[in-house]
């Protein structure tokens, strides 16, 4: 499996550390990369699926392609996935000190608040992705 480079935004909500990342639907869909957390089963007590993620409806795949193949303007909601195993990584982009937006420059503050948060996820493919919803 190839490695990914995800362009994202790295956060903290209490001790856990996530990202909000951009993937492409073909990435997604290669060498079935995400799972659905019933299909990890083994991973997980019997009722997770309950918990975290709503029933895989197969029939709604074909409407969901038809749609993406079809519309011009299409919207395609957020994958929230989670991460077992594996050892991905994170690069930050660096930001100079004198940025500026529009011939605007922006505050010292707001530079330093988005250092650290501002990069590239690293998958190897190693890793076990699976969806929470």
Not at 34 to 39: D, G, K, Q, S
């Amino acid at each position: 499996m190839n490695d990914l480079f995800l362009p994202s935004l790295k956060g903290k909500i209490g001790n856990w550390i996530y990202f909000v990342a951009t993937i492409k639907l073909a990435d997604v869909a290669d060498n079935d990369r995400i799972a659905t957390v019933a299909e990890l089963a083994e991973l997980f007590p019997k009722n997770i699926s309950e918990v975290l993620q709503r029933e895989l409806d197969r029939k709604r795949i074909n409407k969901i392609a038809k749609y993406l193949e079809a519309q011009d303007e299409r919207f395609l909601s957020s994958l929230i996935v989670a991460i077992f195993k594996g050892n991905p990584t994170w690069s930050e982009i660096r930001i100079e000190d004198n940025y500026e937006i529009q011939d605007k420059v922006v505050q010292d503050e707001k530079i330093a608040y988005a250092r650290g948060r501002l990069g590239f996820l690293r998958l190897n493919g190693d890793e076990q992705i699976f969806a929470l919803d």
